[in-house]
């Protein structure tokens, strides 16, 4: 759990790209630290779930190297145990939690199977509440999530995932995997994004 209080780290002290420098305010968690906890909630997972049989489905965009470096960890025993079906929520407005599957699998292949769905963060938890409902309908044996972020927010619906890297504050962070209108992608970081770089990539929409 991160506080509320929490400080961060200043820029200079990691490598960050000089382009997006003015672009955030803070390092939050640095990559040595997130790699760290993924691969203890790897092993968390595994000690819940079991290694095998496990189908991992990965929430992309933005939650794909999270995923990445975490079946990283939890494959290395476990070869051949697990395969994943791309997914999206495919508005760009995270509030109305919908969601498309991908490619040519459909969910109804989760029948009877352990599931872990991975997500890169939870913020109000409207989309992992429609994913939640929406693989259940196909019956699984079980459904776990494991989300590397999870966001105090008032507007949270409550929900919990089963692992959770870190808690943290109510402030923007932006990753490789976490963008602000699809820009700061390129961090290996968890940073605060900085006013000056929410005004320079504000979306022309709102
Ligand atoms: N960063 C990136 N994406 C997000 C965030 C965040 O802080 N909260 C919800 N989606
Ligand atoms: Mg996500």
Known sequence: MISDEEPGYDLDLFCVPNHCAEDLDKV???????????????????EDMGGHHTVA????????????????CIKAPNRNSDRFIPMTSYCNDQSTG??????GDNLSTL???????????????????????????????MVEVASLLVK????????????????????????????????????????VISETGKAKYKSEAE
């Open 57 to 72: 489905l990965c929430v992309p965009k933005a939650g794909h190297t999270f995923f990445a470096d975490l079946l990283d």
């Open 111 to 141: 029948a009877g199977k352990k599931v872990l769905i991975v997500e890169d963060i939870i913020d109000m938890g409207k989309t992992m509440q429609t994913l939640l409902s929406l693989v259940q309908q196909h019956k699984p044996k």
């Open 152 to 191: 105090r927010t008032p507007r949270s619906i409550g929900h919990r995932p089963d692992f959770v890297g870190f808690e943290i504050p109510n402030k923007f962070v932006v990753w490789y995997a976490l963008d602000y209108n699809e820009y700061l992608r390129n961090l290996n970081h968890v940073c």
């Open 28 to 46: 939050f968690i640095s990559h040595g630290l997130l790699l760290d906890r993924t691969e203890k909630l790897a092993r968390d997972v595994m």
């Open 98 to 103: 919908a969601i498309k599957v991908t490619g």
